[in-house]
């Protein structure tokens, strides 16, 4: 087992952290969405040490964080639509899903042999020095053992991850607090996966309706198992009023153990919730249940929703 050690948020840290990923190790990152598990993404020693320290499988690819659009060109082929978004809302929550340029100078494991690559511009003050100073593509998944809650604290990723990563890049709390929206943009645009960016946003950047996950012309994002964000007590949804010895996890007004936002305010419900899944967990405590009262679907409701249902799905 390595010692993971915590690098502060000074430029001091920032070099440490480069002189590890050049090294080939692993850094854990803060990006405005989670932290994520950064590797050089043209090493395949180093991309494959991400898959290990996650046990993530080998077949759900990763995304490749770039400083600025003029490095994205480097690596995929910038269609209109994709042009448009990133002028809208790059640096930014937002991953686009495009055709992996035949010259790519990436590890195939990022990509997990497709023809696509997944490509974001983090906002993240701390991700762009890094990424700035590192002068170089890197692949970063959630910086969680696969399966787990999603860290958006610099002590969620020690708890899952220590021992197994060289170092930490403390950048305090995420202040999204859920992952990037997910595009395909290899041919009609879709959505993958709901996150940091809201639908509604880029369908008036589009002027045009998204194909959403659950229609049957919009192409499955390896990754997105149904049951995902498992915390070790049951989960449930939608719930006005909790059982007895139950957690529960209010939005809006009125009693609860716990609050997504006292105020009923997506953006804060957003940013509390991976931090409130694990503190319910510890609550509820072994065998114990978390009742979440209900959060409308839209905006970023949707992603809120989306990782609650994950969370409450049957574990395999
Ligand atoms: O906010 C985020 O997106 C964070 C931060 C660290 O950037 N990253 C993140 O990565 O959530 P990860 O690996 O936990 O989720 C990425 C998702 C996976 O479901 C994966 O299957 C999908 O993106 N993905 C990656 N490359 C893809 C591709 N070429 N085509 C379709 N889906 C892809
Ligand atoms: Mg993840």
Not at 134 to 161: E, K, Q
Not at 278 to 293: E, H, M, N, T, V
Request: charged residues 15%; hydrophobic residues 50%.
């Amino acid at each position: 087992m390595m010692q993971t050690r915590l690098l502060p948020a000074t430029s001091e840290g920032i070099h440490d952290a480069v002189a590890l990923l050049r090294a080939g190790g692993l850094v854990a990152m803060p990006t405005e969405t989670v932290y994520g598990l950064a590797g050089d993404a043209r090493n395949d020693r180093a991309v494959a040490a991400i898959f290990a320290a996650k046990n993530r499988p080998t077949f759900n690819p990763l995304i490749v964080h770039l400083p600025d659009l003029a490095a994205v060109a480097q690596y995929a082929v910038l269609t209109p639509e994709a042009a448009r978004l990133a002028a809208a809302f790059w640096p930014g929550p937002l991953t686009m899903v495009l055709p992996l340029r035949d010259d790519a100078a990436l590890s195939p494991l990022v990509t997990a042999g497709l023809t696509t690559v997944a490509i974001r511009v983090p906002a993240h003050p701390l991700a762009q020095r890094l990424l700035a100073e590192f002068d170089g593509p890197l692949a970063a998944p959630s910086a969680n053992p696969s399966g787990r809650v999603s860290p958006t604290r610099a002590d969620h990723v020690l708890a899952g991850l220590s021992g197994r990563i060289a170092a930490v890049l403390d950048g305090g709390a995420c202040a999204v607090g859920v992952e990037s929206t997910i595009l395909a943009l290899d041919g009609q645009p879709a959505l993958l996966r709901p996150g940091g960016v809201p639908v509604e946003a880029i369908e008036a950047v589009l002027g045009a309706a998204l194909a959403l996950p659950n229609d049957p012309a919009t192409p499955k994002a390896p990754g997105q198992l149904a049951s995902h964000y498992a915390p070790e007590a049951r989960v449930r949804l939608n719930v006005p009023v909790p059982q007895p010895g139950e957690i529960f996890v209010g939005f809006g007004p009125g009693a609860a153990d716990l609050s997504l936002s006292p105020d009923g305010d997506l953006t804060e419900a957003a940013a509390n919730l991976f931090h409130l899944l694990r503190a319910a967990d510890a609550l509820a405590g072994p065998g114990g249940s978390i009742a979440f009262a209900p959060v409308p679907e839209t905006g970023l409701g949707r992603a809120i929703n989306d990782r609650l249902r994950r969370a409450a799905a049957p574990r395999p």
